[in-house]
């Protein structure tokens, strides 16, 4: 081989080809064209699962700062000092309990 027939490394012809490489987001499992990190939950995701992912974030956030926490019973707000919106609820909740057992 000649020194005039030298191809460098970098001026070489290869083939165009695409890249082999998949985006699947790890919630979901569905290819995407682009995924976003969300530090939160530590996964990358699709704009689906991010917006999903940022309600949630607000939801807890938005509870965290009102203190809300929901009755044991029905799900509705408890009062302050109880896990129970009412004793009536205290009261049907603890009865469920002891039938069940």
């Not at 490394?9 to 290869?14: N, V």
Request: negative net charge.
């Amino acid at each position: 081989m000649d020194v005039n027939e030298y191809i460098d490394w970098d001026e070489r012809d290869f083939p165009e080809t695409e890249s082999a490489a998949v985006l699947e987001c790890a919630n979901c499992r569905r290819v995407v064209d682009e995924l976003h990190h969300v530090p939160e939950f530590d996964y990358m995701g699709c704009d689906d699962c991010l917006a999903e992912a940022m309600a949630v974030i607000e939801r807890e956030r938005q509870e965290a700062l009102a203190g809300h926490r929901r009755c044991a019973g029905c799900e509705k707000p408890a009062r302050w000092n109880s896990i129970y919106c009412s004793e009536r609820c205290k009261h049907q909740f603890l009865a469920f309990d002891e039938e069940v057992a």
